[in-house]
């Protein structure tokens, strides 16, 4: 089955700075890749999604690209504010069934 | 509209009990799934249901059983819980992929 790898676990930056999320599948027909965050004891909530007959998506402070040809996909948070500290898990899936997540990214946004 | 439910929230078993977690949604998707989630492994499929009367296996599917008798409910029982069950479960159902998960269930086994 598919395999999706996520790094970095950890990620601390500055208000205001950007932060770069990355992860990797090993399915070359996964199709459909969203990304989802997860605020402490609350569910998971998609933020955007890719799917891969697109390069790259933008919605406002957030983007997603996809690089097919290497199966990896990246999320961009930019001016960043504490209020996007949480978890963040990227996903994969084939034809929107059977969908694996990452094992997240922690980012914390420093005031 | 209620979104997706579950219940309980918060159950502790003894290992060898059985128990089910229920999961509802009200938006008529026909995808829903279950996941469990634990510290620092993300949130990992057990079974899911393209749509009514049709279940399969995700990623962890040992001990635990599904069924998918209406469009609405789609329970997830525990058949001999084990510690190794304890974790957070959350159901979700999906439109077009774009999952929508329940509040969660956090269960231990004692």
């Known amino acids: 089955g598919e395999n999706v790898e996520q790094h970095p676990s950890t990620l601390s930056v500055q208000e205001g700075d950007s932060a770069v999320i990355k992860c990797t599948y090993s399915?070359?027909?996964?199709?459909?890749f969203p990304w989802y965050k997860q605020e402490l004891g609350k569910r998971p909530q998609l933020i955007i999604d890719i799917r891969s007959n697109v390069g790259e998506k933008k919605d406002q402070r957030i983007a997603v690209t996809l690089n097919k040809t290497a199966k990896h996909f990246s999320l961009h948070i930019t001016e960043t504010q504490p209020e996007d500290s949480a978890v963040y898990f990227c996903?994969?899936?084939?034809?929107?069934?059977?969908?694996?997540f990452g094992a997240g990214t922690r980012l914390t946004v420093k005031p | 509209n209620a979104g997706v439910t579950q219940t309980p929230k918060f159950q502790v078993l003894k290992t060898g009990q059985s128990m089910t977690l229920q999961c509802a949604q009200d938006m008529n998707h026909e995808y829903m799934s279950w996941y469990r989630q634990d510290p620092g492994m993300g949130l990992r499929l057990i079974h899911y249901s393209v749509g009514a009367g049709i279940t399969d296996q995700g990623e962890v599917p040992n001990g635990y059983n599904v069924s998918r008798s209406t469009t609405e409910d789609f329970p997830l029982r525990l058949l001999s819980a084990a510690p190794s069950q304890t974790s957070v479960y959350f159901c979700a159902s999906s439109f077009d992929g774009k999952q929508f998960f329940g509040p969660g269930t956090r269960l231990t086994v004692l």
């Open positions: 399915d070359s027909a996964s199709n459909y």
């Open positions: 996903a994969a899936s084939i034809n929107n069934n059977d969908m694996r």
